[in-house]
């Protein structure tokens, strides 16, 4: 009897340390601030000398000893993932237009927005996006960027900033039990620190802010915790990107990439420079 107690005694003790240490939050990695910086969500390949933070999709591996981001396209679909969407489970978390279609991104066909239009659509969008974050977190990397936050501003008044904010906050809350950081991907001048105090993000990454001049929207509100990406495509690319480097290179990660941000293996369309 004594024998069964004891061991009874020892197996409760030993669960009740694996609940304490799933119910604790991992702590989230420092962010490395004006680190050296390689955008890899086209495709993976070996990250040049001196990097420090890599990007890279969520259905990639991040890389052993650095900073790994973790892209997830959070409030609109990706091509390869239309069956998904639309299947008769998901088909109501897409936003249709006044006409019934779906509402799909102009600039990226097959890619449609979400609606984040109510409290219990963006609870079950959350639901799925915060298991491709515990894919994330699983894998190891570091940090999430959730890609197209700005779906309200190009969806003719049928989003707010409001339905998207509260979607990340969502997300958000669950990436940082599971020990992760998120950035506000873009919306700097449409949000100002709302994204920060609101949704709870730790840094951002922000596309072609030189070249539309808002790059003080997002280091105003993240400091030195931010990385900004301009495109050879740009108008005066080259310069825009000397510009940017003379004024903020010294303070946080820049560089410069090719549109489809191809791997380094394709010679023909790869570009990347950083201050």
Not at 12 to 27: D, F, G, H, R, Y
Not at 99 to 124: M, N, P
Not at 224 to 233: C, L
Request: hydrophobic share 35%; charged share 25%; net charge neutral.
């Amino acid at each position: 009897m004594v024998v069964v107690t004891f061991f009874s005694l020892l197996v409760s003790i030993q669960l009740a340390l694996v609940l304490s240490v799933q119910a604790c939050p991992t702590e989230p990695t420092k962010f490395p601030a004006n680190g050296k910086f390689d955008y890899q969500i086209g495709a993976p390949y070996t990250p040049a000398a001196g990097v420090k933070i890599v990007e890279r999709d969520h259905s990639q591996s991040p890389v052993k000893g650095l900073f790994n981001i973790c892209y997830l396209n959070a409030f609109q679909t990706q091509p390869e993932q239309k069956s998904f969407w639309t299947s008769s489970a998901n088909k109501d978390l897409l936003l249709h237009t006044k006409a019934g279609a779906l509402f799909e991104d102009k600039e990226w066909k097959g890619e449609y927005f979400l609606d984040t239009t109510t409290d219990a659509k963006r609870k079950r969008l959350a639901k799925i996006l915060n298991g491709w974050i515990d894919e994330c977190a699983n894998k190891g990397f570091n940090a999430i960027e959730p890609d197209n936050l700005d779906t309200f501003t190009r969806s003719k008044g049928l989003l707010t900033a409001d339905n998207n904010l509260a979607l990340a906050k969502l997300f958000t809350d669950h990436a940082h039990s599971r020990g992760l950081l998120v950035a506000q991907k873009n919306t700097g001048g449409e949000l100002g620190s709302k994204g920060k105090t609101k949704a709870g993000f730790d840094f951002a990454v922000a596309e072609e802010c030189n070249a539309y001049d808002e790059c003080g929207a997002y280091t105003d509100v993240y400091g030195a915790k931010v990385i900004e990406i301009e495109y050879t495509d740009a108008d005066n690319a080259s310069a825009n990107f000397k510009a940017a480097c003379k004024a903020r290179g010294s303070k946080i990660s820049i560089i410069l990439r090719d549109r489809q941000v191809v791997a380094s293996s394709n010679k023909k369309e790869y570009h990347y420079e950083e201050c």
